[in-house]
């Protein structure tokens, strides 16, 4: 089998994570279907569904913790939803609050929009020892950005890149958009550059996807809004990669780039299909059990019920060990690390790990072991759906589920 062509070297996963989600946003962007309910603006007051936010997801963030058994927690990531549109104080006290549970966290990302990220927040972060900043920039392109309803224009973007880099001594990452329409190849070239010119040394580059029930899907539907063609996505993906790798960082996930020691440590996690819990409305995590299937908890995407009642509404899912070895391998071959052969095999038994070695030798353009782990080549990464489809099928064919699921799972 040859070599990975992808680069294997870079972190590994830490341990178990601590998530937690922000469901307000300023306003809500045409292509997104998250779980989040536009605020309008701050609301700040004591008493308020801001406050009364910070209060309920705290107090489930601890319950859970104590009720999984998970922890003591590597990672700590605040997401949303638009974090930053706490006011100052209230993000201080859930930061705050959120280092006492994860008191030895090695990385504390908190998710910030340039609309709302001023110096008070990012104080907020300092003080409560966030080490991390995900900025979602998405374009410096007004056409793009208005094109899509996002709040913040490029010129508000670059007053936030601005401000990182004179003030916040932490990680920056930042996540920009391939596909918007209206974008062009050089423009989103351009703000990769101003992203690593403000210190970024990650950056996620996110293909727009279109959500049935979004208000983008429906002028898209009506012909209103052209998205970019095949050849336009293709030219501008080469034109923010080549951007990236000058700066030497490498694709170490199908969406993400980093400098070596940059990458995302919560999302290693995830991708190694490790532990963690999830807080706040829609958030959901994840327990291992011992006969290799996974325990999941998911709490109700309603914020409403969630300030009444945050455990009301959750969902308990238990996936069977075949399914639980099919995502495994899903989740791992979009990583340049890829899946571990020896930890593949403590978790799911010989046979699986066989099964995926063979596997693996099958599709010599998408899959190479190497270092006793099996990873996507280069170009594994930009094929991979097709490749997992073709997984799919041979599991089901050589394990049928009677044979491998255990029953209750708990
Ligand atoms: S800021 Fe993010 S979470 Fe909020 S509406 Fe826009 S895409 Fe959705």
């Known amino acids: 089998m040859p070599a990975t062509g992808a680069v ?3 972190r590994r996963p830490v341990g178990a994570g601590l998530y937690v989600h922000v469901p307000f946003c300023a306003s809500k962007c045409a292509y997104c279907d998250f779980a989040s309910v536009p605020s309008g603006s701050i609301d700040a007051g004591a008493g308020g569904r801001h406050e009364r936010f910070v ?5 489930r963030a601890r319950d859970l913790a104590r009720e999984e058994g998970i922890g003591p927690f590597a990672t700590v990531y605040v997401g949303g939803g638009t974090p930053t549109l706490l006011a100052p104080a209230q993000l201080g006290r859930l930061l705050g609050g959120l280092r006492a549970l994860a008191p030895g966290a090695e990385e504390f990302t908190v998710e910030a929009n340039p609309e709302s990220l001023d110096a008070g ?3 907020a972060m300092e003080d409560s020892g966030a080490t991390r900043v995900s900025l979602g920039v ?3 392109e007004d056409a793009a950005l208005s094109a899509v309803g996002r709040r913040a224009s490029a010129a508000d973007a670059r007053g936030a890149l601005d401000l990182i880099a004179a003030r916040w ?4 990452s930042v996540d920009l958009m391939e596909s918007l329409p209206g974008g062009t190849p050089e423009g989103l070239a351009l703000s990769a550059k101003e992203a690593l010119a403000a ?11 279109l959500e049935e029930t979004t208000p983008l899907a429906r002028a898209v539907g009506a012909g209103t809004v052209r998205l970019p063609d095949e050849g336009l996505r293709a030219e501008t993906h080469t034109a923010v990669e080549s951007v990236l790798a000058g700066a030497a960082l490498f694709r170490y996930e199908v969406s993400n780039w980093a400098a070596r020691g940059s990458e995302c440590l919560h999302n290693l996690n995830y991708w190694a299909a490790g532990e963690w819990i999830g807080a706040g409305p829609s958030a959901a995590g994840q327990k291992r059990l011992a006969d290799g299937g996974v325990r999941r908890r998911a709490a109700s995407v309603s914020v409403e019920r969630f300030l009444a009642d945050p455990a009301a509404g959750e969902e308990i899912e238990l996936v069977a060990p075949r399914e639980a070895f099919f995502e495994a391998l899903m989740l791992g071959w979009r990583t340049a690390r890829g899946v571990d052969l020896r930890e593949l095999e403590a978790r799911f038994g010989a ?3 066989r099964l995926a070695l063979d596997f693996a030798a099958s599709r010599p353009d998408a899959l190479a072991f190497a270092e006793g782990a099996i990873a996507p080549t280069a170009r594994g990464m930009d094929i991979l759906n097709p490749v997992l489809v073709a997984l799919g099928e041979l599991i089901g064919r050589r394990f049928p589920v009677e044979a491998v699921t255990s029953g209750n799972g708990a």
């Open 199 to 209: 210190g970024a040394k990650h950056v996620s580059l996110y293909e727009l996807t």
């Open 351 to 353: 046979e699986a790990a």
């Open 55 to 59: 209060d309920a997801v705290l107090g």
């Open 138 to 140: 998405q374009s410096l």
């Open 169 to 172: 001594k932490g990680a920056l």
């Open 8 to 10: 294997r070297a870079g």
């Open 121 to 123: 927040r990012l104080s």
